[in-house]
């Protein structure tokens, strides 16, 4: 079984330029989640996606973007980054039966973005 | 509004000893599943322990279990025999409709040896 793997590990980008982080979910699943994890806090709830139609978002502004494809791997955009945009950003992949909460969610690494 | 709380920003404990870290959630849900994550330095979140909120039982995997005090919305993670390799950081997680998870701000654990 492939666990979740994200790319890349670490990228460094400039204040008003745009990335794109990958995510290749764990095999068999149909749901992938973003986290963003700032230093020393909890990760924070970015968005969702099942079949590849977003499925929920939390207080992130729409620069921030996402994909998922056929192949349930999934992709974060972010447009014209700030330097609040440094973080770690986590991937987490699970396998929804029936739409509702409770199926436990398998992490990637996560990719360190650090804006300058 | 639903938010999770871990009040220990920092915990230690003796190599081989037992330490509780704490965790109280706030929902309206009656029916709701809560879960402990480990991060290491590596970075990667590990499932620790699941709980279903449904069940009177504690959920327990090999070292590490739970006192689950669903009145009082409490949910700590008992971790006994501590070993070297169980320092990191611990987040609590409340999952809500369509799996969100919402995490605690987590516990620093150090394991002296």
């Known amino acids: 079984e492939t666990g979740v793997t994200q790319s890349p590990t670490h990228l460094i980008k400039t204040r008003g330029q745009q990335v794109t982080l990958r995510c290749s979910s764990q095999?068999?699943?149909?749901?992938v989640s973003w986290y963003q994890q700032a230093l020393g806090q909890g990760p924070q709830f970015i968005f969702q996606?099942?079949?590849?139609?977003?499925?929920g978002r939390g207080n992130f502004p729409p620069r921030f973007s996402g994909l998922q494809f056929p192949n349930y791997s999934s992709e974060l955009n972010v447009n014209a980054l700030e330097l609040d945009d440094s973080a770690l950003y986590l991937c987490?992949?699970?396998?929804?039966?029936?739409?509702?909460?409770?199926?436990?969610?398998?992490f990637g690494p996560g990719t360190r973005l650090l804006v300058l | 509004a639903q938010t999770v709380t871990q009040s220990q920003p920092e915990m230690s404990v003796q190599e081989a000893e037992t330490v509780t870290l704490s965790c109280t959630y706030d929902t309206s849900e009656s029916d709701y599943y809560l879960f402990w994550y480990k991060q290491p330095p590596s970075r990667q979140m590990i499932l620790v322990i699941r709980?279903?909120?449904?069940?009177?039982q504690n959920a327990t995997e090999n070292r590490f279990s739970v006192n689950f005090q669903k009145a009082a919305k409490s949910f700590s993670l008992k971790i006994s025999d501590s070993q070297l390799g169980d320092a990191a950081m611990y987040f609590c997680?409340?999952?809500?409709?369509?799996?969100?998870?919402?995490f605690g701000t987590g516990t620093s654990l150090t394991v002296i040896p």
């Open positions: 987490a992949s699970s396998l929804a039966r029936s739409g509702g909460a409770g199926e436990t969610q398998y």
């Open positions: 997680a409340y999952p809500l409709y369509g799996n969100q998870f919402y």
């Open positions: 709980q279903e909120a449904y069940k009177q």
């Open positions: 996606y099942y079949r590849e139609e977003e499925n």
């Open positions: 095999s068999g699943h149909n749901t």
